[in-house]
């Protein structure tokens, strides 16, 4: 976690935050200065920000929305007073409405953001100033500071280079906590390409089979919110095993970035879990991340023992393989 420090001050009216990298400032800088590259981190995960607009200059605004996996959105700006690369920007972040605009009964602040160099690495300082006690306490409750403390903690994997950090390492699998899994797997192709494979039949049939010896025999998806999804395994020839599939309904769908489904094994008793598939592209490489919600524990538990990590390492070799490298 690179955050080193978050506070808030009752009688300032402002909440810091302080994180270190081991990169030059500007590197740190680049980061927030590329609506591409501030999507990856600025908001906690489940909660990626969509910027649709950015003018990072004096009087310029960058409009963005955060979305949940339910898909509600979440509107907000940055009206931008100052800019002085690479070591400071200042805006007032105002929520809006899905037009841009400004909603006048949610609070406001002013958002400083300073850089400079310490040691061999840089530091950011985050401070958010807010015009009443009410406003301060209100944004604390809608959870500011956990918030920054989640996405600040995304900002290593922004600031890394992908074929260093990633590429290679194969398919990872994290416990964040006990119903919260997340999956990291880089390739070394376009996002637009990954998300194909991820969504045109033809293509998925060829690698989505996990071990060898198994055919899909039903790929049905209504890429829209809302619409369902039935997929279904059979082995083939001498392999052991009973035919099984999966069924669920996409929450979100944000086309080459992001999908959020639900997801449950066809006739199972068990509830469904959340699943959030996101793609990230750097200097043509795209870092697949899937975080999964479980409904308690024992389920996380279960599924990840049927050998899970393994198989999908096996289908994404596939992927490379038998799609990326032919497409």
Avoid: C, K
Avoid at 234 to 248: I, M, Q, S, V, Y
Wanted: no cysteine.
């Amino acid at each position: 976690m690179p955050t080193t420090s978050v506070h808030t001050d009752p009688e300032a009216l402002a909440l810091t935050l302080v994180a270190e990298f081991p990169v030059p400032v500007e590197r740190l800088w680049g980061a927030f200065a590329d609506p591409r590259q501030l999507e990856r981190f600025w908001g906690p995960p489940g909660f990626p920000a969509t910027f649709t607009s950015f003018d990072l200059r004096l009087g310029g605004r960058a409009d963005y929305r955060m979305t949940s996996p339910q898909g509600e959105r979440f509107h907000a700006v940055w009206q931008v007073t100052a800019v002085d690369e690479p070591h400071r920007i200042v805006f007032r972040d105002l929520f809006t409405d899905a037009d841009g605009e400004v909603d006048d009964g949610l609070p406001t602040s002013e958002t400083v953001l300073s850089f400079e160099t310490v040691g061999t690495g840089s530091r950011v300082t985050v401070q958010s100033s807010f015009g009443s006690t009410a406003d301060l306490e209100t944004m604390v409750d809608m959870g500011m500071v956990e918030g920054y403390e989640q996405a600040f903690g995304q900002l290593d994997a922004v600031l890394a280079d992908l074929r260093e950090y990633a590429l290679g390492n194969g398919t990872v699998t994290e416990l964040v906590d006990d119903t919260h899994v997340r999956i990291t797997r880089a390739f070394a192709a376009p996002r637009h390409l990954l998300w194909r494979a991820h969504t045109e039949p033809e293509l998925v049939r060829q690698w989505l089979l996990g071990p060898d010896g198994w055919e899909m025999t039903v790929y049905e998806n209504d890429l829209t919110p809302g619409g369902t999804f039935r997929q279904a395994w059979a082995p083939t020839g001498d392999t052991e095993g009973e035919p099984f599939g999966f069924e669920g309904e996409n929450l979100v769908v944000e086309p080459e970035r992001r999908m959020v489904s639900t997801e449950r094994m066809t006739g199972a008793p068990f509830p469904p879990n959340t699943n959030d598939l996101q793609f990230d592209e750097a200097d043509g490489v795209t870092l697949l991340t899937l975080r999964i919600t479980y409904p308690d524990r024992t389920q996380r538990d279960m599924i990840l023992a049927t050998g899970m990590t393994d198989g999908m390492e096996t289908s994404y070799q596939r992927l490379e393989r038998e799609v990326l490298s032919a497409t």
